[in-house]
């Protein structure tokens, strides 16, 4: 693996030094990176895995490159998946398919990282919370909004750490932009377009193997369900829990709020081959300062990609392109003034502020980076390390867990608005009243 970013390459590239930045005075998780720079503690965190598939195996690849961690337990009810994650550790793990054994068995254990598909989340992590354990559970928390309440009730009655994995959070890019926006850089934000698009199946491919072997049949009828779960309604919302609830999360945090009405469109139009998931959503979430955002995703053309673009009287930001526009650049000297006017057929003397029979041009260029650095984590390695570092110091990030929370329910409540063909509104027994 390549070089990661570290924990002290973060704070140069983001300029975060103890207390002195907006952020840095807002963010739980910063000020606790901030306060880390006289230096790093030694004490070890032992930690158990929990779900060692595509997401567990890349996590696993990070921690074990984080001195303070110490893998000492991987759970998967997969076998290949399970061995492939004790030789990874060199078998110095210990391996169990069932988590609560391990909950049970393993001395000592501080911690669990649970990335197992969605609908097992609530359930694990409340036992695992409710075993003294301190959690790092994947997004989504949920399959239903009441599950995702409960594990922050859990949390918050037990007083351990819950930290929802939204690495967006934790990559310095994006918390530029975040410091940015916060300081009045695009005024206030008018609306957020935000939108997720791939040309592809999002099939895995199956391998062979009777799902009776090791997991419940009740639960997966075949080895398809069990390795295509995103794809089912048992078990996933599809798109909404899988790629929304990142985007939905930035645009929460942006806004400073969570969306009180939502309206939404879904449709399978492309992939009719038996998933039960929507492969094509269009959905506005309505924020209470009259703020909306703009969702999309789709699994059926791949041109624009993926994006969240943020908009303001004074400019306008795309958080994955990491650029940045004013809505007044310096102008350009003359002769570029004039080539550039040419080009765009106004020349003729106009009316002050323009004539009506101008269409809106888009901007044409390329903008700003918001950051200078290439980076070479997507914050992954730096949310877990720092999960191992608030597991050290007993920190609890709970401004962290509400962001996941309204993540989720934003997801979920505009998977509701389209299953129901209705609009939504936030329930009030769902707003966190301690947090
Ligand atoms: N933050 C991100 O960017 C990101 C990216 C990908 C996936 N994820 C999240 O990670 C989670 C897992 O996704 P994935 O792609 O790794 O899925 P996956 O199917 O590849 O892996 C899930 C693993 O969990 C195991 N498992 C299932 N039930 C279990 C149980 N009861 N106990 C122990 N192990 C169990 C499976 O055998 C499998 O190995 C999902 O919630 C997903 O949304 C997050």
Not at 43 to 66: A, E
Not at 298 to 303: D, I, R, V
Request: proline share 5%; charged share 20%; aromatic share 8%.
């Amino acid at each position: 693996m390549e070089k990661q970013e570290t924990r002290r390459d973060f704070l140069k590239k983001t300029a975060i030094m103890a207390g002195s930045t907006l952020l840095a005075t807002q963010l739980s998780w910063l000020r606790g990176y901030a306060a880390g720079t006289g230096g790093e503690s030694d004490k070890k965190v032992r930690i158990g895995i929990i779900g060692i598939g595509s997401r567990g195996h890349l996590h696993l690849l990070h921690l074990l490159t984080i001195p303070q961690a110490d893998i000492v337990a991987v759970c998967d009810i997969y076998p290949p998946h399970l061995e492939r994650a004790k030789r990874m550790t060199e078998n110095k793990a210990k391996g169990f398919t069932d988590y609560r054994k391990m909950l049970d068995q393993v001395k000592d254990l501080d911690a669990v990282l649970i990335a197992t598909p969605l609908h097992t989340h609530a359930t694990i992590t409340i036992d695992a919370l409710l075993a003294g354990k301190q959690v790092f559970c994947e997004k989504s928390m949920a399959k239903v909004p009441e599950d995702a309440l409960k594990m922050v009730q859990t949390a918050l009655q037990t007083g351990n750490l819950l930290q929802i994995g939204h690495q967006r959070m934790f990559n310095p890019k994006y918390l530029r932009a975040f410091e940015l926006i916060k300081a009045g850089q695009l005024g206030n934000i008018t609306q957020i377009r935000a939108y997720w698009h791939r040309n592809s199946n999002w099939r895995r491919p199956v391998p062979p193997g009777n799902v009776a072997d090791f997991a419940d049949p009740q639960m997966y009828p075949d080895m398809e369900h069990f390795i295509n779960w995103r794809l089912y309604r048992a078990y996933s919302r599809g798109l909404m829990t899988e790629l929304a609830s990142h985007q939905l999360q930035v645009a929460n945090y942006i806004l400073g709020s969570y969306p009180t009405e939502i309206m939404g469109a879904g449709s399978i139009n492309y992939w009719k081959d038996g998933r039960e998931v929507y492969d094509n959503v269009n959905l506005v979430y309505a924020y209470p300062d009259g703020t909306q955002v703009i969702y999309d995703s789709m699994a059926s053309n791949k041109h624009y990609g993926l994006e969240e673009q943020i908009m303001g009287p004074k400019g306008t930001m795309e958080l994955e392109a990491g650029r940045m526009w004013s809505e007044t650049p310096p102008s350009a000297p003359g002769i570029l003034q004039l080539i550039n006017n040419i080009e765009h057929g106004i020349f003729d003397d106009l009316p002050l502020g323009g004539a009506s029979w101008i269409p809106d041009k888009p901007v044409e260029d390329k903008g700003l980076p918001i950051l200078d650095e290439k980076l070479n984590d997507d914050g992954t390695h730096l949310e877990l390390e720092g999960f191992v570092h608030a597991v050290q110091t007993g920190e609890k990030y709970r401004d962290l867990l509400a962001q996941g929370y309204y993540a989720t329910i934003a997801s979920l409540l505009g998977w509701e608005s389209m299953v129901t063909n209705k609009v939504v509104t936030m329930p009030e027994e769902l707003v966190l009243k301690n947090i």
